[in-house]
Nanobody, 123 residues
Framework: QVQLVESGGGLVQPGGSLRLACAAS????????MAWFRQAVGKQREFVAS????????DYADSAKGQSTISRDNDKNTVYLQMNRLKPEDTAVYYC????????????????WGQGTRVTVSS
């Protein structure tokens, strides 16, 4: 049974940082493209970042470029999202997702999803 478990969310002040983690089990992690999506209240789920199976290729939404870094540790079956200079508009539930190649921004391509971790950016 595939499980993706996110952690690291919480309340942070504007300008602060958070590091999200997603631990995967039940799948050959190093063969899967991993991604982060987010969904704010009243909005559709949107792509944040993705990373290829080797970590050699990454892709970011415009809103995440320069602010966030996606990385993975295939030995630990974990993908990370480092978020800096957070803004109130970054408030959302953040989900990790997994699928086989190719790297994609389309949520419909992703086969497995975590339950999400909530990030709230507020003073």
């Amino acid at each position: 049974q595939v499980q993706l478990v996110e952690s690291g969310g919480g309340l942070v002040q504007p300008g602060g940082s958070l590091r999200l983690a997603c631990a995967a089990s039940g799948l050959p992690f190093s063969s899967y493209v991993m991604a982060w999506f987010r969904q704010a209240v009243g909005k559709q789920r949107e792509f944040v970042a993705s990373i290829s199976w080797s970590g050699g290729r990454t892709d970011y939404a415009d809103s995440a470029k320069g602010q966030s870094t996606i990385s993975r540790d295939n030995d630990k079956n974990t993908v990370y999202l480092q978020m800096n200079r957070l803004k109130p508009e970054d408030t959302a539930v953040y989900y990790c997702a997994a699928h086989r190649n190719p790297v994609s921004r389309a949520s419909s391509r992703y086969d497995f999803w975590g339950q999400g971790t909530r990030v709230t950016v507020s003073s």
